[in-house]
């Protein structure tokens, strides 16, 4: 499968580094890490194979900067949390919750660090140690935001609030949008509710 070169503009503007790596990302996503390969995606950089690993030395380091990449967008999506509900913990966490379903409507291809988990299966694979360091950290910064609105069991919220997330996930893949994954919102507000965070669902 030959990918189209992506139309990023201007190209020659963007570093042969980052572009590599952006394209990588968008090509994982699309075909799978084994389902691309390096040529490929060097052709729909605008580059070639020596450049390539002239950045990367191989293929698995270009997986693991592509995996810290995508983590990048969610770091910008708590640093928005805050700065549209500045001093609001439940607003923020609310807003999280609705910014997480704005997300499973729309990305086709589901979580990057979760596809890479399940598609790279052999012992050793270096990116396993980075997705587990990215979930972790995501699943940190969940569990102090949930601590920082005063529930008593602010650690099983965020892992209730988790796993309803991935869980949605894997039903959006198997069973589409109007299968169980369209009512998150709801099971998270009424995770929320059941903790003591609000006295009913939020509007």
């Not at 990449?69 to 549209?84: G, I």
């Not at 796993?163 to 009424?190: N, Q, W, Y």
């Not at 995770?191 to 003591?196: L, P, R, T, W, Y």
Request: aromatic content about 4%; some cysteine; glycine content about 6%.
């Amino acid at each position: 499968m030959k990918p189209e070169k992506s139309d990023r503009a201007p190209e020659e503007k963007i570093a042969p580094r980052d572009r590599i790596v952006s394209t990588a990302c968008q090509l994982f996503r699309e075909h799978g890490i084994r389902g691309i390969g390096v040529d490929a995606i060097a052709e729909a950089a605008s580059t070639n194979k020596m450049t390539l690993y002239r950045h990367f030395g191989s293929k698995d380091d270009l997986v693991c900067e592509a995996l810290k990449h995508s983590s990048r967008t969610l770091e910008k999506a708590w640093e928005d949390l805050e700065t549209d509900n500045p001093g609001d913990p439940r607003a923020q966490l609310t807003a999280w919750v609705k910014a997480r379903a704005q997300c499973l409507s729309s990305e086709p291809y589901g979580c990057d660090l979760a596809n890479a988990a399940v598609e790279l299966k052999e012992q050793g694979h270096p990116a396993h140690a980075i997705i587990e360091t990215l979930k972790m950290e995501q699943h940190s910064r969940l569990a102090d935001l949930c601590r920082s609105t005063g529930v008593s069991d602010p650690e099983l919220l965020a892992d209730t609030l988790s796993m309803l997330l991935e869980g949605a996930r894997v039903s959006k893949l198997a069973a589409g949008k109007e299968g169980p994954s369209m009512r998150f919102t709801r099971a998270c507000e009424a995770a929320m509710v059941s903790f003591g965070l609000y006295a009913q669902a939020p509007s």
